[in-house]
DNA sequence: GTGGGATTTGTGTACGTACACAAAAGTACT
DNA sequence: AGTACTTTTGTGTACGTACACAAATCCCAC
């Protein structure tokens, strides 16, 4: 590791005072065309990299991040992203950074609205989104966007937009990967099934739409003779749930792979346990509290995990970095790992460790 | 985030000067018990934490990590270790710190005995230990013991020691979550097979020991009736190696899963590949540059892998936390998870993102 | 060329901690 | 009580950056 250079240093090479770098460092303005020529060609010289530590000491200012995910029950998958926010705002408690939590109902079109409308009120300095409505997210960022404010999305992506920073999976992928287990898990040649949620106009519906397509395709080319049933049942109303699945299982009785393209797993899991129906795999998203549960018993196969909580670190991370250091870093577009949890990797499943 | 606590605020409320704080906070020494008891009264009523950034500016001390460990191979297991120590060394490049190599040949007690020498001889400020041989390792950490310089392990443990942090996987879950896996891969009733590294004295044995454990413990639980064949072949010889699969596999034609308990899985599914022997599932540990050619072949189904990047990179960052802040922090052994790796997820694997 | 406004540049201070050094208090012994 | 020494305590400075403010320079109309 070279001796870092130093603004001073900078400055002393392009023959110009500390101030001047900095204000060039910051494209805070008001220097001349000649002051920035000099200095930027001795900062690409020497590599400068500015003190991280320097520079958060003398940073005074409070930065204000507003947070807009569907509201994260315990133990689901959105507390997840929640939990990872949370540890990222508590390693950077040595920078005044307010965070606010902007939840919304997310089979409710109306609370996304309001809660999308408080907060370019509010001008935050910056926003990290969990998309869920599509048009409504669309608003919500060319809004951002005129104001000049940054803003992250994570678990999923809406086309067409420009976040600062992105985190979420190739949910075609995360289709195969659950196809290639449920394969895997669901000896001769019986049939599969996918079951999605009911309301798919709202609940993630890119992902699950995706997660689809990666399905049929493993399929497709894998195994072309196998039959595909798609069922959706309700995720909101327990009975209803439980009629559906039942009903469809009763009508197709050859299925022994189940795959459930949402974190509602637990809620299938829950009734065959409890019909005595023990001979079907079953694999689904995210590993919630109820999921865990499942599959530390047995009735879940597998587990697909896109690291929620990371994806929430990275965010605040990420905001964090093109806040204070107007970092651009390369990368703009994080895809995250996709993990397989199943019974014997549960115990170890951590997201980070110290 | 209430406004932090500063070192002057515990000074005032202690009713002694910041110097003294300053003394308490690093065990100075040279305080009076009277001092010391106000102070940390007054630390734990408030819950002080000191700001890092600050504290890392004042810090103008150069801290040298020796690292120790075997020859980091490129593409191997040991260069993956090594990756994540360098990714910490840059991220904490605002600190001086200096890392230098003690490799030795992981297959040469002698050149681990010699490097290992070397280390006490330079008494760095802390040591990194990727532990092969025990009973060498034990005389180099009572060495470093005495010497009250901190060290971590990674990749495994050795029984008995006392290091300052340790990051490794269950050996025994990881035995039990490849036996799962093969046996999911492995369609109908036909028998298993592990195959292990002939020069098991030496090679990271305690995890091969224990991964064979985890095994067997899955089969002589789920399916006792399988018949496990046991099997070493030499992984320094290729000619060697060929000829004990092949002998092996000549003699087992009812083997249809095979899991190698070390890295060096790529070396079986190549020799099964030139021989056209395609119906047999192959799962091993450790994603190195030739197991990931292998599964994206097709020709490993699958790999165990126990984030090598993160052991090293948490390494790292943890003595540094160790030496800079000597802060103890509670936990010291770290079991990372356990990752599954197959052909449809390993595109988007990475151990860490930005 | 001079005045005056706009632009550009330089300087000084604050941030919170670590540590060296100086000062003060305590202790033991004559 | 005074001396010599040890232990304890307090103070001042450096770290590298961000930013406010003062100073210098430039530009143009008269």
């Known amino acids: 590791m070279a001796k870092q250079v130093k603004i001073k240093d900078i400055a002393r090479m392009a023959g110009v005072s500390a101030g ?34 320097t520079s958060a000491v003398s940073l005074r200012k409070e930065y204000r991040i507003v947070i807009a995910i569907p509201t994260a029950i315990k133990g689901e998958y959105w507390d997840s992203i929640r939990t ?24 409710d079109i109306y609370s ?15 926003v990290i989104i969990g998309p869920t ?30 976040p600062t920073l992105s985190f979420s999976c190739d949910q075609r992928t995360c289709g195969l990967t659950v196809a290639r287990l449920l394969h895997l ?38 195994c072309p003779e196998k039959n595909i049933r798609e069922v959706k049942f309700s995720v909101l109303d327990p009975q209803e749930s439980e009629r559906d699945v039942l009903k469809f299982i009763e009508e197709n009785p050859d299925v022994r792979g189940i795959a459930v393209l949402n974190s509602r797993g637990f809620i299938v899991a829950d009734i065959l346990e ?7 795999s079953l694999v689904c998203f995210d ?30 991370s990420g905001l964090i970095r093109n806040l204070l250091y107007n970092q651009e870093d390369g990368q703009k577009e994080h895809l995250m790992p996709i993990d397989i949890i199943i019974a014997e990797n549960l115990p170890y499943y951590k997201e980070y460790l110290p």
């Not at 809660?115 to 935050?124: R, Y």
């Not at 409890?274 to 079907?280: A, D, E, H, L, T």
């Open 287 to 316: 590993l919630t509290d109820n999921n865990r549960r499942c599959i530390s018993k047995g009735t879940i196969s597998a587990v697909i995990c896109q690291r929620p909580e990371l994806q929430g670190f990275y965010a605040v």
């Open 133 to 162: 409505f599509a048009s409504e997210t669309r608003e919500l960022c060319s809004e951002l966007d005129r104001m000049k404010i940054p803003y992250a999305f994570v678990d999923s992506v809406i086309d067409g937009l420009n």
């Open 274 to 280: 409890k019909r005595g129906i023990g001979n079907v």
């Open 20 to 53: 001047t770098v900095d204000r060039i460092l910051h494209n805070r303005g008001n220097v001349s065309r000649t002051s920035r020529e000099a200095v930027e060609r001795v900062l690409s010289e020497t590599g400068y990299r500015y003190n991280i530590h």
């Open 84 to 107: 990872g926010i949370e540890h990222a705002i508590d390693e950077y408690s040595d920078i005044s950074i307010v965070r606010e939590y902007a939840y919304y109902n997310q089979f």
């Open 185 to 222: 898990m669901t000896p001769g040649g019986q049939d599969f099934a996918i079951l999605s949620s009911r309301r798919t106009g709202n609940e993630r519906s890119n992902n699950s739409l995706a997660r689809k397509a990666g399905f049929m395709e493993y399929f497709g080319r894998n």
């Open 112 to 126: 996304c609205r309001a809660s999308f409308k408080s907060i370019t009120e509010s001008s935050p300095n910056a």
